[in-house]
Structures are given as structure tokens and as C-alpha cells.
């Protein structure tokens, strides 16, 4: 390791649906985290990293912050604000608007309290996303709004979808980041399990396909995961089970689709991500259950994944 190695956690934090999780997959240069166009797609924190000559970043991807009205909602924005006080470098990712709303608001107000009481403020880097859409004019308007709120220590124009202005803000990110050590291996990516990762590609399946009432009301569990001997011509195999849960008989319904068409659909679709993922080849058997009001039950919020740290 060079002297002058950066180093650090770095989050990604913003309302709901204003690509965050499409910026950190740019950054790293893989998809690991999921997205789609509905709100509310990232549930935990999820880290990735990324390992560079000059340093390593890692990227803590977290749950939009919002109104919550669930206990599955009140976790996730708790993970959320926690998470400001645990990093070295805040990206507070803005979409296109016309005024700051109370979302935002709040969140302008968490950052003024963001840090560590014995090393002071964090750095915060605004991150305004899908300047394809907006004049410059518009955009200048947009960094004197949200400036005049918060004291940031850089403004960033991207297009996510587009990787505009990536390399930017890794600049950035280096620049504010302490010297420090190589926290994890240089080849790894993220720290979620595999298991994790599959059941989160089966649910952006599943977001993907459904209409708008049913993906906040689903979770995913990995049954089984197994890998099988290679067949003659070395192809690996991996056999998986997994069970998507809905909250309404109804639901269930929808999911599965007549004659088990919607089902297929999904399982169609993650089947191709899981094995671009893991570069085996993936029988992909999907089930679904009702398991009512999950989201506002302890043990099911504990089960399926949605659990502090210290109290899983």
C-alpha cells in the first residue's frame, strides 16, 4: 500500500426514488445493489467497494427517507439517519424540483447535525441527479436552493443513468477522505452474503413486473442455495429455492399470475441476473406465501433480514 492511501465509508443518502442506488452501481463499475422506479427499493444498508490505486471507497447505499408507516418503514429510515453518524463522507443525492419539501427538509436537517462530536462535521458533497433533464438555468437555480440550507463542501451535477460526471465525484470522494487503511480485500465488491444478494435480485424481479399495491408488501427468502457437481462440459449449476411473501390472499393472486404466467415472469427474469451474477448456470424454483401484515411484526421484520445489528 502507497503512502497517501484514502480510505472510508462513504454514504449515499436522499428521499426515496432519486437514484441512489444507480449512482452507486455506476461508481463501482457492477451491479450489485437493485433498482426499479418505485419508491422505497432499498431496505438496509448496503455496502459496496471500490478499490483503486490511490485508495478505497466504500459506499453505503441506504434506504430513502420517508414518512414512515410501518415498522418495516420505521427501520428503515432509522438505518437510514443512523448511518450519518457512522461515515466519513455524506452524498446527499436531489432530483429536479421547484421548492424543497418537507422530505428534504428533514433531511437538510439531519445533515446539520451530522458527525462525530470529537472530529467535527462530516463532509457533505450535494449530488444534484438527472441534469438531462433541466437548463442550466434551472440547475443553477437548484444549487443556490439547496446551498443557501446547507453548508456543503462540494456541488455535483450527475446523470446516474448516464455516468455523467462520475469520475468527478470520485475526485471528490478522495479528496475528502482520510488516509487510512484497505479495509477489505481488493477484489471483493460488497459485503453482502450471496444469499442476500439473490433474494434482492428475485425482489427487483418482482418490483419490476407487479402493479404499484403490491411491491411494498413483499419480502424474499432463500429456502436453499445449493451448488451442483459440474456436468461434463464444466458448466456449474446452483439450485435455488425461494419464497416471495405477500400480505393479501389477493396478492398472492397477482403474483403468481394466470397460470402461473406473472411467476414464471419473475423467475425468468432473476434467473438471468442470478447467473450474470454469479457465472453458474441457476435452476430457479419460486413460491409464493401469504404471511399477513408482515411488515408490522417484530418476528417476521427479525426473519426476513430486517433487524439492527445488535439485535439480530
Excluded at 485508495?55 to 438505518?79: C, N, S, W
Excluded at 453548508?151 to 455516468?163: C, M, N, R, T
Aim: aromatic share 6%; glycine share 8%.
Amino acid at each position: 500500500m502507497s503512502d497517501g492511501f484514502k480510505s472510508g465509508f462513504v454514504a449515499l443518502i436522499g428521499r426515496t426514488n432519486v437514484g441512489k442506488s444507480t449512482l452507486m452501481n455506476r461508481l463501482i463499475g457492477q451491479k450489485v445493489a437493485i433498482t426499479c422506479n418505485k419508491p422505497q427499493t432499498t431496505r438496509t444498508c448496503i455496502r459496496t467497494i471500490l478499490t483503486e490505486e490511490r485508495g478505497q471507497i466504500i459506499f453505503v447505499d441506504t434506504p430513502g427517507i420517508h414518512r414512515a408507516q410501518t415498522k418495516l418503514g420505521e427501520y428503515m429510515v432509522g438505518v437510514a439517519e443512523r448511518t450519518l453518524h457512522e461515515v466519513d463522507v455524506i452524498l446527499y443525492m436531489v432530483e429536479p424540483c421547484d421548492h424543497i419539501g418537507a422530505g428534504d427538509r428533514h433531511i437538510l436537517d439531519l445533515l446539520g447535525k451530522a458527525g462525530d462530536p470529537d472530529n467535527g462535521k462530516t463532509p457533505k458533497v450535494l449530488v444534484i441527479n438527472k441534469i438531462d433533464t433541466i437548463s442550466r438555468e434551472e440547475l443553477a437555480g437548484l444549487i443556490a436552493m439547496f446551498s443557501a440550507e446547507c453548508d456543503f463542501d462540494e456541488v455535483v451535477p450527475v446523470s446516474a443513468l448516464k455516468g455523467d460526471n462520475e469520475d468527478v465525484i470520485k475526485d471528490i470522494i478522495y479528496r475528502l477522505l482520510p488516509e487510512g487503511p484497505m479495509y477489505y480485500d481488493e477484489d471483493e465488491l460488497t459485503d453482502q452474503p450471496e444469499r442476500q444478494i439473490v433474494a434482492e435480485l428475485i425482489r427487483e424481479s418482482a418490483l419490476k413486473a407487479l402493479s404499484d399495491e403490491v411491491p411494498h408488501g413483499i419480502a424474499v427468502g432463500i429456502e436453499t442455495m445449493r451448488e451442483r457437481r459440474k456436468d461434463g462440459k464444466g458448466t456449474g449449476f446452483f439450485d435455488i429455492e425461494a419464497t416471495i411473501v405477500c400480505e393479501r390472499e389477493s396478492h398472492k393472486g397477482i403474483i403468481i399470475g394466470k397460470k402461473g404466467s406473472m411467476l414464471k415472469k419473475i423467475g425468468t427474469n432473476a434467473r438471468l441476473q442470478i447467473e450474470a451474477l454469479l457465472g453458474y448456470r441457476i435452476n430457479l424454483q419460486l413460491f409464493v406465501k401469504v404471511k399477513k401484515d408482515w411488515r408490522d411484526s417484530d418476528f417476521l421484520l427479525k426473519n426476513y433480514g430486517f433487524a439492527d445489528e445488535d439485535e439480530a
